[in-house]
């Protein structure tokens, strides 16, 4: 019965690893604008408004995106907001367009999304199209929707505002340094007291390094959720690397690998599915504007991977072992 004692206190880490990932998901959003579809010449500027709302769920800090803003500054066309993130829903401001003298000629899509706490259910598209000076072509404009086709010289654009989260909404800069807190303090205590109650140096290695799995998860998702703050996404990767890295050195030690048996397969299997999880939700922070489909199926990917992981080590015998022996398993 010692043994299943074990495998429940490594499931119960990686419950509180699940239960503090899933707290940083409150509700959603809708995004809406006050014009679709837009016309400007080369050098020309506009506002368009939008308006962000809760759909379900409660108000936590949530960040717009703009997709694709690479590939539109590629062509000159430069889409900025005119207030800093994250905020909570519902709150409203405008989107600043800019058109350099040289962007082609054509029609692009400039979609918006909302991601954090509380993102978007639905992505908001507008059509802008870049004609001729000399184009007779016109755009319904609702009256909240200012533009100009003026040189940029007579246009001032509005930058994003670099203000603190905490200058806007100060309880919610509690709420989410309580959840970082937690995510990082808890793991430390679990890991700290089974440090005790094991002996064995490979078990101490595995439990450390599910903590720091732990931990550098909850870091790159407040790194995320806290204006893509590229410090605590960093560190976070860094403490899932350095975990993952630690636990293999534990099962090394233990000779877990010597024979590629039924525990040996699922903790391989568990380390490339917390390699691909972690790729994945890399793929989605840099190369996908965001998109919380790859870093919710990132963190899907290392969550199933440390239970695979867990459940190996559990049936090799490695926690119900540590007392007795640091050698082998």
Not at 95 to 101: C, D
Not at 155 to 184: M, N
């Amino acid at each position: 019965m010692a043994g299943y004692r074990y495998v429940g206190i490594a499931f119960l880490m990686l419950a509180l690893f699940a239960g503090v990932s899933y707290a940083y998901g409150y509700g959603t959003s809708s995004i809406t604008l006050s014009t679709y579809s837009i016309t400007l010449i080369n050098g020309g500027t506009a506002r368009v408004n939008y308006n962000v709302s809760l759909v379900s769920g409660s108000t936590w800090g949530t960040t717009l995106n703009i997709a694709d803003s690479r590939y539109l500054l590629s062509k000159g066309i430069e889409v900025s907001f005119n207030q800093g993130f994250p905020r909570d829903p519902p709150f409203s401001g405008n989107i600043s367009i800019v058109v350099s003298p040289s962007a082609p000629k054509g029609s692009y899509q400039v979609i918006i999304n909302a991601t954090g706490d509380d993102p978007s259910v639905s992505n908001a598209t507008l059509t802008l199209t870049v004609a001729s000076p000399n184009s007779t072509s016109t755009t319904a404009m609702p009256s909240n929707l200012t533009k100009t086709t003026s040189a940029p010289t007579v246009q001032t654009t509005i930058a994003p505002t670099t203000a603190p989260y905490k200058q806007q909404k100060g309880y919610a800069v509690s709420a989410l340094v309580a959840e970082l807190l937690a995510g990082i303090i808890l793991p430390l205590i679990v890991a700290i007291v089974l440090t005790f109650v094991f002996k064995g140096a490979p078990t101490r290695l595995a439990i450390w390094g599910i903590a720091l799995i732990i931990i550098g998860t909850v870091l790159w998702l407040y790194g995320d959720y806290s204006g893509f703050n590229l410090a605590y996404v960093w560190s976070g990767v860094a403490a899932l690397v350095i975990g993952t890295i630690v636990w293999i050195a534990g099962d090394v030690k233990a000779g877990a690998y010597r024979n590629v048996e039924l525990p040996a397969f699922l903790d391989i299997i568990g380390i490339v599915l917390i390699v691909v999880g972690i790729l994945v939700w890399l793929y989605g922070d840099f190369y996908a504007s965001g998109n919380l489909t790859y870093i919710w199926s990132g963190v899907a990917v290392i969550a199933i991977g440390t239970v695979l992981w867990i459940i190996g080590n559990a049936i090799s015998g490695t926690f119900r072992r540590a007392h007795a022996t640091s050698h082998g398993r």
